[in-house]
Each structure stands twice: as C-alpha cells, then as structure tokens.
C-alpha cells in the first residue's frame, strides 16, 4: 500500500495561487493513478482532479477546469496541483488519493485505496 503525504496549503487571498504537492512512498508511483479530492466543513468530499500512472490522461472538475491544473513527476514520486485564480469557495481540506492505475477517470472517492492526511486551503474573500 502507497503511502501519501499532502503538503503546500495555507491561508491565501482570492485570486491568488498555491501549488500542492503530494509525496508518494512505499509503492512503484508510475503504477499508480492519483487523484485531488477536496472536502469543506459540512460537506461531502469532492473530486477536484485525477491523472494516470503515465499522466498522459488528466482531467479536472467542472468547478476548477482553467483555474486548477493536476501533474505529476515518477521521478520524483510526487504529484502536484497548481491552483490559480483562487475563490473563496475553493477553501477545503485537500486529500491526494491513489490505485492502481487505469485508462479511465474515477472520481469516486470508494475507489481509491490509498490516502493522505489532507492540507488546509484557506481563501479569504
């Protein structure tokens, strides 16, 4: 089982950036597919977005797409997510999550098997 590490959230203004990293350990990084999950108090958690083991396939929610870009380096066994233009509904806890890769997007949080202790996004309006 992967091990997963968030890091990089803090308190920011709206319209500013962070970059999210999520450092992966335990595990071959290339064989697994990574996903953005985010989840506010009271809320359900959300899929922000999802890349592939090669990161050839990426996707993002329709509620960050052109604001939020998901990537990842096997080098490094790290994935990122850089967040651009933040609003002040962005402010979330953020959890990265991984499986075993697959060809398709899952933004269902039941299907993956591994998962970090999350970092706190705070945008101020």
């Known amino acids: 089982q992967v091990q997963l590490v968030e890091s990089g959230g803090e308190l920011v203004q709206t319209g500013g950036s962070l970059r999210l990293s999520c450092v992966a350990s335990?595990?071959?990084?290339?064989?697994?597919?990574m996903g953005w999950f985010r989840q506010a108090p009271g809320k359900e958690r959300e899929f922000v977005g999802f890349i592939s083991g090669s990161g050839v396939i990426r996707s993002t929610a329709d509620s960050v797409k052109g604001r939020f870009a998901i990537s990842r380096d096997n080098a490094k066994n790290t994935m990122y997510l850089q967040m651009n233009s933040l609003k002040p509904e962005d402010t979330a806890v953020y959890y990265c999550?991984?499986?075993?890769?697959?060809?398709?997007?899952?933004?269902?949080?039941?299907?993956?098997?591994?998962w970090g202790q999350g970092t706190q996004v705070t945008v101020s309006s």
């Open positions: 999550a991984a499986r075993i890769t697959t060809g398709v997007v899952i933004t269902a949080p039941g299907r993956y098997t591994s």
């Open positions: 335990g595990g071959t990084f290339g064989s697994y597919a």
